[in-house]
């Protein structure tokens, strides 16, 4: 599946913000046996049509999609220079399929900020500046072989090219992502064999103090330093003590900090987005389930993500909109009315679709 790589300076609230997270690890309170990685938590999306769905087909359980965060722990400044720890790290960076960071806003005499002062600005260059180096030394170490190759192969003169101009724009401190030219997109395509590292989708965490969570002017501000990436803003021990509460205590808590959902709960979201994923559901009486797709997913690769049995069998889906579903109170009535669709092999999923296959063993 894939994951978010969670960096940031030292003593920022990497590490409370993991706490809280693993404190959600859905993983671990629907599948008692699964393996957890430490350095791994898996956080589900809320969305209300599963709780809608399971309404419906009286299910026994809800499981929605997931986001996978990787705390990517190590060294930051100096990653670059390429020695151990900096390897590692950067290692890890590459293998995430967006990058997390984690920003300090927050002020407190007694936290040590290891620059010495509070600077979002600051620290997001400090970290663009290392994973910057680092993909400028990538390319250095393979252009000049391509340069030579383009010569006689007429193939490679367009990838040379895209190459170059990755580099110029390195060159003046902007990421790849920043310039628009993002892992996956066809933009990216001539660089893939690189693994750049910026060309990453990105987004940002800041981790505030109480009263900016509600501060739309600091917000605002905040927003245009990271943009196209989009930012969150939570206040990491606040969702430490959240993770913690039953519901009611905690909406009780979000309330008085004027907020409406857990800080992680728009993470997931924003990551899950991030990520380029969407979902489709299924329902029952055993479960109401959402499952993860990229965007533009067909049918059969949809039935895939449930079983490979699934695709390599598959027959036809059957469709009705979750608005449809709702409408009409359930699937015999949504077929009744017409609004059960059998799509074939070309369907591309939409978001929402509640799906049933048809496939042979
Ligand atoms: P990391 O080094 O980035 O993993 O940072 P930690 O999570 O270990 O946090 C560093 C210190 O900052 C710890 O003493 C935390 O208790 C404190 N801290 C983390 N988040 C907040 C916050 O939102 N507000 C305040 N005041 N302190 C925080």
């Given amino acids: ?34 393996t957890i990685e430490p350095n791994v938590g898996v956080v589900g999306v809320p969305d209300p049509r599963l709780d809608k769905l399971a309404e419906i087909f009286g299910s026994q359980k809800i499981l929605p999609a997931t986001v996978d965060f990787v705390d990517i722990a190590g060294i930051v400044r100096g990653a670059s220079e390429g020695e151990g720890l900096g390897n590692k790290f950067l290692a890890n960076i590459r293998e995430s399929d967006a990058i997390c960071q984690v920003i300090r806003a927050f002020k407190d005499e007694n936290v040590v900020h290891v620059d010495g002062k509070v600077s979002p600005k600051n620290d997001i260059e400090t970290i663009n500046t290392e994973l910057i180096l680092a993909d400028l030394q990538t390319i250095e170490k393979v252009l000049p072989r391509l340069q030579r190759e383009s010569r006689i192969k007429k193939e490679v003169v367009g990838q040379v090219k895209a190459i170059e101009e990755a580099q110029a724009i390195l060159e003046t401190g902007e990421t790849l992502f920043s310039a628009g030219i993002v892992q996956g997109t066809e933009k990216a395509e001539p660089l893939r064999e690189l693994h750049l590292l910026t060309t990453k989708p990105f ?91 990229k965007k533009g997913a067909t049918a059969p690769e949809a039935a895939g993500v449930i079983h490979t049995d699934f695709q390599k069998g598959f027959i036809k889906a059957e469709v009705i909109s979750f608005a449809d579903l709702v409408e009409t109170g359930s699937v015999a009535d949504a077929r009744a009315a017409g609004k059960a669709r059998m799509e074939g092999k070309e369907y591309v999923m939409q978001d929402g679709d509640v799906v049933e296959f048809r496939f042979n063993v």
């Fill in 1 to 34: 599946s894939l994951t978010i790589g969670i960096v940031g300076l030292p003593n920022v609230g990497k590490s409370t913000l993991f706490n809280a997270l693993t404190k959600n690890d859905v993983l671990a309170a629907n599948y008692p046996f699964a």
């Fill in 203 to 293: 987004l940002y965490v800041f981790n505030v103090d109480e009263e900016e969570l509600t501060d739309d002017i600091f917000k605002d501000e905040q927003r245009a330093l990271v943009a196209p990436a989009e930012a969150i803003f939570l206040n990491a021990k606040l969702e430490s003590d959240l993770a913690e509460l039953d519901d009611d205590e905690a909406l009780e808590l979000l309330q008085s900090v004027g907020q409406e959902e857990p800080g992680l709960a728009t993470l997931a979201h924003v990551g899950f987005r991030t990520l380029g994923l969407q979902t489709y559901l299924t329902a029952g009486p055993k479960e109401s389930r959402a499952w993860t797709i």
